[in-house]
């Protein structure tokens, strides 16, 4: 037996430690080394602070106002990790980021099982998605879509358990209870995607009635029980004027089908995922294409369909989803997370039966594009235009072609070398960009030097106002809420009444009222994630 498969064997005989170890691997040396990056992580950041200090529970606050774009269950979360370890925030953020890519890793695994992929195939897809880009960077970033996406795919495992066994049992309440959560981390996506990918799946099968039960209306009861207890404290906080124009018309409704934030046409996902799935969208290079596309696969798929299972809902639940995201009017990168587990696991089962020849292209696309990503950094990295020098650029550029060096070298010892090879060097890589790399960028993508700056003049008497800046930005680091304004007109009404202000907003809409504020003079610039931030003073 071959050093890989014995390594390999004694983790897929302890899959929940393996997957404890390498998300730890990853990150217990960054939680506390960088600055609160833009956008999101220092918002979530005053979130959280008026949560834990100022009673937000049901309707968070940002900036002194109600924050009603997201639910506050995650930040719950994030109280009990506080409360119940040594960690202080911004450190618990970057634990809570941890803890919830773990939760993902477990879901995608138990999702495997349930759909009765024997315990290579599930620790393959484990493997492949700690392996993957995007879910290694998200380990280090505080939001709560990791959590999200792990609650939708455990509801996808819970249905389809309730629905393809003889008896349902209490597995329909289990799937509601898991979406329902979801709903409360983060919006109704986190209900639509399993009732949705379920339904599809039943249809196609024509058992479409299964739905129809005891048990399934249970299921709905309580997580309509579990809304509602949610929407009963959002009207208790805020009142019903609120939850119907601010929740439920501006931030649903509104997003869904005319949004005003993250506006992208249909086609945006076929350009995006791509991007997202590296360096597993190779693969596809390696699927057996001319089968896929014959019509005689289509024809066998569609006569067979009232046996059809567990491969069969795991495309649904990635077509299905690719599709929905696609027609709605807003569009996130991070919205294709649920998607990723199904993925791996197909990925993963077909690693099992690939011929050779497949194989090996396989393998030597994923450490090719090590290589070359790698070797670009070395030879032009210094040539990327960034407002600050990054430290440990070199090094890796180094671990990334080392790492495809190797991921190239055991390409012919079989999947197994392949995959560990792989998750191996993601965690190695991640060490210099964490230690590194990261920390250097906190000028370029966090605003703390310049929420300093602001905070130093407000307790010399300023009055601070903002324009046209990303709600909340500046808030945590600030350690002040400040008056926030989109009507220049308004803006400059309120700033006539004091004798010192300190303004900040993007130095592209300050041209727009720079000859009308002759008193002010600009104190500070900083490009904040390539957008470039003033602070002007009058006084």
């Known amino acids: 037996m071959s050093v890989a498969r014995t390594i390999w064997t004694r983790l897929e005989n302890h899959p929940w430690l393996t997957m404890t170890l390498a998300v730890l691997a990853q990150t217990w040396f960054t939680l506390n080394n960088r600055a609160l990056w833009f956008s999101d992580e220092v918002r979530y950041a005053d979130a959280y602070r008026n949560l834990a200090q100022g009673g937000k529970w049901m309707v968070l606050a940002l900036n002194g106002q109600a924050y009603p774009d997201k639910p506050p269950v995650y930040f719950w979360f994030l109280w009990l990790i506080d409360k119940l370890t040594p960690l202080d925030p911004p450190a618990v953020f970057f634990a809570g980021a941890a803890c919830s890519g773990l939760f993902f890793l477990f879901a995608a695994y138990a999702l495997a099982r349930t ?106 009861l309580v997580m309509l029980t579990m809304l509602a207890a949610w929407v009963a404290g959002v009207i208790l906080a805020e009142g019903p004027r609120f939850l119907i124009d601010t929740v439920l018309g501006k931030q649903i409704l509104e997003r869904a089908t005319h949004t005003f934030h993250h506006k992208e046409s249909w086609w945006w996902y076929f350009a995006a995922f791509p991007l997202a799935w590296l360096p597993w969208t190779l693969a596809v290079f390696a699927a057996p294409l001319r089968r896929l596309l014959s019509l005689s696969f289509w024809g066998e798929l569609w006569g067979g369909r009232r046996q059809a299972g567990a491969r069969t809902f795991l495309w649904i639940m990635f077509l299905a989803t690719f599709i929905f995201l696609s027609s709605l009017s807003g569009k996130v990168f991070i919205y294709v997370l649920p998607m990723f587990p199904p993925l791996a696991i197909l990925i993963a089962d077909d690693l099992r039966t690939m011929s050779e020849v497949r194989a090996r292209r396989l393998w030597t696309l994923v450490g090719g594009l090590w290589i070359v990503v790698g070797a670009a950094l070395l030879l032009v990295g210094d040539l990327i235009p960034l407002p600050v020098p990054v430290h440990g650029m070199g090094i890796c550029a180094a671990v990334l072609v080392l790492g495809g060096g190797a991921i190239v070298t055991v390409r012919a010892e079989g999947f197994r070398a392949a995959l560990l090879t792989c998750a191996l060097a993601m965690i190695l890589w991640i060490h210099p960009v964490g230690l590194l790399a990261a920390p250097s960028l906190d000028d370029a993508m966090s605003p703390k030097r310049q929420a300093l700056v602001l905070k130093d003049y407000i307790e010399r008497g300023y009055a601070p106002f903002s324009a046209r800046v990303y709600s909340g930005i500046y808030t945590w680091y600030a350690d002040h809420d400040y008056p926030e304004y989109d009507n220049y007109a308004q803006l400059m009404e309120e700033m006539a009444k004091h004798d010192k202000v300190v303004l900040v907003m993007r130095e592209s809409h300050w041209r727009d009222i720079e000859d009308k504020l002759p008193e002010f003079h600009v104190v500070d610039r900083q490009s904040i994630a390539g957008l470039v931030h003033i602070l002007a003073i009058k006084g």
């Open 115 to 220: 759909l009765k992929f024997d315990r290579t195939t599930s620790l393959a897809s484990s493997l492949i998605l700690i392996s993957t880009f995007m879910v290694a960077a998200l380990l280090h970033y505080s939001r709560m879509d990791l959590m999200f996406a792990g609650l939708i795919i455990l509801s996808h495992a819970a249905f389809y358990r309730a629905y393809t066994d003889r008896t349902e049992g209490w597995w329909p309440v289990w799937g509601f209870a898991l979406a329902g959560a979801a709903t409360l981390v983060k919006g109704p996506l986190g209900f639509l995607f399993p009732l949705m990918n379920v339904a599809l799946f039943l249809a196609f099968k024509g058992e479409l009635k299964r739905l129809f039960s005891r048990r399934t209306g249970l299921g709905l």
